[in-house]
């Protein structure tokens, strides 16, 4: 994406990142230069020297001087040396008409990024999904809880493998997918299932046996929308 500064960049919050490339195949983000730290341009000063050729021709609609210009940092945001800024045709796209790249790919530097967002206002659900997935979790070994909004997510996750922790000295793990959240304790859910196998024999048998199929209990099923917001 061609920015105002004539680079191909994305702004989080106060700050621009300029998207580059390495010898792989992702999308990096390269932060500003702060005071006292020496930058670089945001392409190799050889192709805006050129005047002529595939390079020069492909980087004419962009600002010469906002891409001479020592803005940035030589490292990635996840640590790599980078080649040059991303998007341009003639090192990262392969074919010149391919156009640009305007979203980063490498997930070390996303996960990083993530951090320099607030976090999220938590809803005035979060303490009773908290709370009633750790007693789920704590009694069954196992839990889940759908239509979760993804800003509640991350924290949510955290916040009940904590809880369980505390409150059962076991480890927890939190699996995701969608708007499903998922919960394992697995030491308690190898404590039950004993008892899962021989409710799931009856209900078996009772089918064969020509009786209407009583449906399983599933106190493990939970969904956010059963706590009113507010």
Not at 113 to 123: H, Q, T, V, Y
Not at 180 to 186: G, I, Q, R, S, T
Request: aromatic fraction near 6%; charged fraction near 20%.
């Amino acid at each position: 994406m061609a920015t105002g500064c004539g680079v191909n960049a994305i702004r989080i919050g106060d700050s621009e990142f300029l998207l580059t490339v390495t010898a792989g195949d992702a999308v990096h983000l390269t932060r500003e230069a702060g005071p006292g730290e020496s930058g670089r341009s945001a392409v190799p000063g050889r192709y805006l020297s050129l005047g002529q050729g595939q390079p020069a021709a492909l980087l004419r609609d962009y600002d010469q001087a906002a891409l001479a210009r020592p803005r940035w940092v030589a490292a990635t945001l996840c640590g790599r040396k980078w080649l040059t800024m991303t998007g341009v045709g003639w090192w990262d796209a392969g074919d010149p008409g391919e156009g640009e790249t305007s979203a980063p790919s490498c997930r070390r530097c996303l996960a990083l990024m993530d951090r320099l967002f607030p976090a999220p206002e938590l809803d005035d659900r979060f303490g009773l999904a908290v709370q009633a997935l750790t007693g789920i979790v704590a009694e069954h070994g196992y839990a889940e809880l759908w239509n979760v909004p993804g800003d509640q997510q991350a924290a949510l996750r955290k916040q009940v493998r904590s809880a369980v922790k505390k409150r059962t000295g076991h480890p927890a793990q939190t699996l995701a997918r969608g708007s499903l959240l998922v919960f394992v304790c697995e030491p308690i859910h190898q404590q039950h299932a004993a008892e899962r196998e021989r409710a799931i024999a009856q209900a078996t048998g009772s089918v064969l046996a020509g009786q209407p199929a009583q449906p399983l209990p599933t106190p493990w099923r939970l969904s956010w929308d059963a706590w009113a917001a507010g």
